[in-house]
Nanobody
Framework: QVQLVESGGGLVQAGGSLRLSCADSGRTFGSSIMGWFRQAPGKEREFVAAISRAGFSRSYADTVKGRFTISRDNAKKTLYLQMNSLKPEDTAVYFC??????????????????WGQGTQVTVSS
C-alpha cells in the first residue's frame, strides 16, 4: 500500500526556490523521525535532512545547510522541504522516508525505509 507520496518538484532556475511536500497515509507519522534524501543520475542516494518526531531537532547535509529547511506538520501528516538558493548540483530525484523504529529520539540512530516514489527537481544554470 502507498504510504509516502512526494510532490512539489519541478524545473527552476539557479537561485530559485521550491517547496517539496511528503504526505503520509500511514499510522506512525507523528511517532517517527522523518527524512529527505536525493539521488542524482549515476549517483548513490544521499541524505539531505532529517527531523525529530516533534520537530525540535533537525540535521542537514553540509551541501544544503543554510539553504534548505526541513519541517513537519503532524496534524496533517505531512513533511516539507523548503529549498532556497538552488544550484544545478541540487538536480536529483528527491525522496522522503520514515524511520523504521517509531518513538526513537536521536536522529543519528534513524534507519530510514518506507520510501516514497520520489519527485524530480531540476535546476538549470
Amino acid at each position: 500500500q502507498v504510504q509516502l507520496v512526494e510532490s512539489g518538484g519541478g524545473l527552476v532556475q539557479a537561485g530559485g526556490s521550491l517547496r517539496l511536500s511528503c504526505a503520509d497515509s500511514g499510522r506512525t507519522f507523528g511517532s517517527s523521525i522523518m527524512g529527505w534524501f536525493r539521488q542524482a543520475p549515476g549517483k548513490e542516494r544521499e541524505f539531505v535532512a532529517a527531523i525529530s518526531r516533534a520537530g525540535f531537532s533537525r540535521s542537514y547535509a553540509d551541501t544544503v545547510k543554510g539553504r534548505f529547511t526541513i519541517s513537519r506538520d503532524n496534524a496533517k501528516k505531512t513533511l516539507y522541504l523548503q529549498m532556497n538558493s538552488l544550484k544545478p548540483e541540487d538536480t536529483a530525484v528527491y525522496f522522503c522516508a520514515r524511520d523504521q523504529v517509531p518513538f526513537r529520539n536521536a536522529l543519528v540512530d534513524a534507519v530510514f525505509g518506507s520510501w516514497g516514489q520520489g519527485t524530480q527537481v531540476t535546476v538549470s544554470s
